[in-house]
Nanobody, 116 residues
Framework: QVQLVESGGGLVQAGGSLRLSCAVS????????MGWFRQAPGKEREFVAV????????YYADSVKGRFTISRDNAKNTVYLQMNSLKPEDTAVYYC?????????WGQGTQVTVSS
């Protein structure tokens, strides 16, 4: 059973930065492409970014391109999301999930709130 624990969220002013972490256990992390998603109040969960199993390939939603960076450390079974130049519209609960497991596993998420 794959388990995911997201952390690193918080309250930040617009223009600030946060680094989210997602620790993965119970699976073969180094073989999974990993995605980050977010869900704002009253909205559907939306894709943010994905990284290949090796870290050599990444892809971002247009809304975060140039501001967010996804990375991973396979030795630590952890995927990261560096978020810079944050905007109030980035406010959401952020989740990670293994793409290669069909995005069927989710953690509890971590809340990011950006004040204007």
């Amino acid at each position: 059973q794959v388990q995911l624990v997201e952390s690193g969220g918080g309250l930040v002013q617009a223009g600030g930065s946060l680094r989210l972490s997602c620790a993965v256990s119970g699976g073969t992390f180094s073989s999974y492409a990993m995605g980050w998603f977010r869900q704002a109040p009253g909205k559907e969960r939306e894709f943010v970014a994905v990284i290949s199993w090796s870290g050599g390939s990444t892809y971002y939603a247009d809304s975060v391109k140039g501001r967010f960076t996804i990375s991973r450390d396979n030795a630590k079974n952890t995927v990261y999301l560096q978020m810079n130049s944050l905007k109030p519209e980035d406010t959401a609960v952020y989740y990670c999930s293994p793409r290669d497991l069909g995005y069927n596993y989710w953690g509890q998420g971590t809340q990011v709130t950006v004040s204007s």
